[in-house]
């Protein structure tokens, strides 16, 4: 798949990605709504997603539940370990 978004809005990317390849999705409200500017071509739509979300200001990830893609910020050790 080729990818072109200039300036777009991060939530507006994914809903469009997650869309072309029929995945179900949840983008938790927790996620910034960044501008974002990718050109890809000939990548898979999981690697697009991938990038995309490398792309936002704000350290994102993805987990899939029961054919779900979950979108949520990255919680790091520190926070999660409470030191």
């Known amino acids: 798949m080729n990818v072109n978004f200039e300036q777009a809005d991060l939530y507006q ?11 179900d999705y949840v983008i938790k409200s927790s996620v910034n709504q960044d501008k974002i500017t ?13 990038l995309v979300l490398g792309a936002a200001k704000q350290d994102l990830t993805y ?10 910020p990255k ?4 926070t999660t370990s409470g030191i």
């Open 38 to 50: 990718v050109s890809l071509k000939q990548v898979t739509i999981q690697k697009a997603i991938e």
């Open 13 to 23: 990317t994914l809903k469009n990605l997650f869309g072309a390849g029929g995945m």
């Open 75 to 78: 919680v790091s050790e520190r």
């Open 63 to 72: 987990r899939i539940e029961g054919g779900v893609y979950i979108v949520t």
